[in-house]
């Protein structure tokens, strides 16, 4: 079976750490394990050295006072431009390789992967993980170019052999958008790569002792990019009543960086809990199974409504009890008191989940066991692949 795999946003690299980074590669490398020939066309690039050609429009400073939404409108011609371009070369990948299907990575405003397929006659599997025009309003800012971006992701679902999305909220916001339900229309949640299904946990102890952390304590995780919308906040929060409960012992480990670390650190002395945090800022992605492994517990304490977030199923992999937002895309792939604990987005919900969790040792234990189980035999990008496979043959 031969595949062209085509991202035609040129920020998004295939190289890079991101969710979007990771999920090319793995969907990619998935794939060629199963020995589908994989031709990839990726606008962003394919190795960290190739991340050029992003498109920005810098303001200059005099002319700061020109309102955000021509700004935008203006990166947005040029992203079209973009699509435009990566079409062509698209449109000559197929002539000259015949493949049985396209499969894009669908973005923002992309059009050319549906229009090009559809002249030549070949199936398109697109993937649709966001509603992009709304994460365009809310990370950007407004652009005239918002409802031909509705627009497009509508024809996008019509027009496509099969869509792949993360979670079933998505796929209702698709069926709510073209108005109709839709068979086409597949829920694939994210996944592991089996490298951390066999991942041992030999280093756990030397990490603890490399941070320092007192062999007894409870150590209470998180990992990945620091963004508002993580929750983060719950975690300094949920300490700070910890340390009212009583004797626990418990340390909060927070790994990655982001730009509002420096307020969550503020916000741990104000609140008097910073002895109990250690924050580590980003580390190497090779160090990140063996900081995973060192912790007992491992929060997500809120999320957005429609992405499957990758540490849900990283943790569950390496069999740590998980503290996760109750939304539908975790809903989707975890059952509360089941597979771990699942909060609401309440100041009190992550400190007394911590407790139950602490009172109910076994409980633990047996809900990491039984999503950890889950994990090694539903949610692994093999798995992916094969799903991806059997809507072509």
Request: proline residues 4%; aromatic residues 8%; glycine residues 6%.
């Amino acid at each position: 079976m031969k595949i062209i795999y085509y991202s035609a946003h040129p920020n998004i690299n295939m190289a890079a750490p991101s969710g979007p980074g990771t999920h090319i590669r793995e969907v990619v490398n998935a794939l060629r394990a199963k020995e589908c020939e994989v031709i990839t066309l990726i606008a962003g690039g394919e190795t960290l050295a190739q991340q050029h050609g992003q498109i920005v429009y810098a303001k200059r400073t005099w002319k700061r006072w020109i309102p955000s939404w021509v700004w935008q409108t203006l990166k947005d011609f040029k992203l079209m431009s973009k699509d435009r371009e990566m079409g062509q070369q698209l449109r000559e990948l197929i002539a000259a390789h015949k493949p049985d299907a396209v499969y894009e990575r669908a973005a923002y405003l992309m059009e050319s992967g549906s229009k090009i397929c559809r002249s030549m006659g070949v199936r398109h599997l697109v993937e649709l993980n966001a509603p992009y025009p709304e994460e365009k309003v809310q990370m950007e800012g407004r652009s005239l170019f918002i409802r031909r971006s509705q627009r497009v992701e509508k024809q996008l679902v019509l027009n496509a052999h099969a869509v792949f999305t993360v979670s079933s909220a998505m796929k209702s916001y698709l069926e709510k958008g073209v108005g109709k339900d839709l068979s086409n229309i597949v829920v694939v949640p994210n996944a592991v790569n089996v490298e951390w299904i066999n991942s041992k946990s030999d280093q756990a102890m030397a990490v603890r002792d490399e941070l320092q952390i007192d062999k007894q304590s409870l150590v209470i995780g998180f990992v990945g990019s620091i963004f508002p919308y993580h929750g983060v906040d719950r975690m300094i929060q949920a300490a700070a009543e910890l340390k009212k409960s009583g004797n626990h012992r418990f340390t909060m480990c927070v790994v990655g960086g982001g730009e509002i670390l420096p307020a969550l650190k503020k916000m741990a002395v104000e609140m008097g809990v910073a002895d109990a945090f250690v924050f580590t800022g980003n580390v190497p992605h090779q160090k990140v199974q063996s900081l995973i492994h060192m912790m007992d517990v491992c929060v997500m304490p809120r999320s957005n409504w429609y992405g499957s977030p990758v540490k849900i199923f990283e943790y569950g992999a390496l069999g740590k009890c998980i503290v996760g937002p109750n939304v539908v895309p975790v809903r989707d792939v975890m059952t509360h008191e089941v597979d771990g604990l699942l909060i609401e987005d309440t100041p009190d919900a992550l400190s007394n989940a911590l407790l139950y969790l602490v009172e109910k040792p076994e409980k633990k234990q047996k809900m990491a066991l039984h999503f950890q189980q889950k994990v090694h035999q539903q949610y692994t990008w093999e798995r992916v692949a094969s799903t991806i496979m059997e809507t072509i043959q």
